[in-house]
T-cell receptor, first 115, second 113 residues
Framework: GAGVSQSPRYKVAKRGQDVALRCDPI?????LFWYQQALGQGPEFLTY????????KSGLPSDRFFAERPEGSVSTLKIQRTQQEDSAVYLC?????????????FGPGTRLTVT | KQEVTQIPAALSVPEGENLVLNCSFT??????LQWFRQDPGKGLTSLLL?????REQTSGRLNASLDKSSGRSTLYIAASQPGDSATYLC????????????FGSGTRLSIRP
């Protein structure tokens, strides 16, 4: 079956622009996670959804970052007024579990470059 | 706060060798520990998930062990192949915030033909 998909795969934005990154989880997966991965580092947690509810957004680095999952399936991560430090790969993962232990399945990521 | 350290940061070995990747974590109250593989420009692929009640898990040439009391996990790769070249990441969530999985920085593995 289809895995987690993300679009676009690559995004170049000028500093100050807004961007929207999309994640399509595995069908039926109730849990959805967003991560930010800087070059040479492991992924860092941004936010977690259980269905449409955003249960944990403690990893969002600033109020310029906003995530939503209005119908409990597709999720969008929006970054407003992008800065150079936002350049990273943004990974989305989904899980069929509603609580721990999660076994997460990752998408290929969106590489964001802010110039 | 969970902190995860992976040693070594990079490793290059000739094909056929057996090798061990190390992961240590500071918060031993974990639900499980997951090992991932990441190929350049790709997302993460789950390799093994060890439940907190288990001590090890095996899949093919891979064996992962978990010692919660000492805050350590190891990934053993037998008879390494060039296709094993990738970055290997370990990730143990904590009880306090189980949804917030903390990753190590990874071990970048290169297998020389």
């Amino acid at each position: 079956g289809a895995g987690v998909s993300q679009s676009p795969r690559y995004k170049v934005a000028k500093r100050g622009q807004d961007v929207a990154l999309r994640c399509d989880p595995i069908s039926g997966h109730v849990s959805l996670f967003w991560y930010q991965q800087a070059l040479g580092q492991g992924p860092e947690f941004l936010t977690y959804f259980q269905n449409e509810a955003q249960l944990d957004k403690s990893g969002l680095p600033s109020d310029r970052f906003f995530a939503e999952r209005p119908e409990g399936s597709v999720s969008t991560l929006k970054i407003q007024r992008t800065q150079q430090e936002d350049s990273a790969v943004y990974l989305c993962a989904s899980s069929s579990k509603v609580g721990p232990p999660y076994e997460q399945y990752f998408g290929p990521g969106t590489r964001l470059t802010v110039t | 706060k969970q902190e995860v350290t992976q040693i070594p940061a990079a490793l290059s070995v000739p094909e056929g060798e057996n090798l061990v990747l190390n992961c240590s974590f500071t918060d031993s109250a974990i639900y499980n520990l997951q090992w991932f593989r990441q190929d350049p420009g790709k997302g993460l692929t789950s390799l093994l998930l060890i439940q907190s009640s288990q001590r090890e898990q095996t899949s093919g040439r891979l064996n992962a062990s978990l010692d919660k009391s000492s805050g350590r996990s190891t990934l053993y790769i037998a008879a390494s192949q060039p296709g094993d070249s990738a970055t290997y990441l370990c990730a143990p969530p904590g009880y306090s915030s189980a949804s917030k999985i903390i990753f190590g920085s990874g071990t970048r593995l290169s297998i020389r033909p």
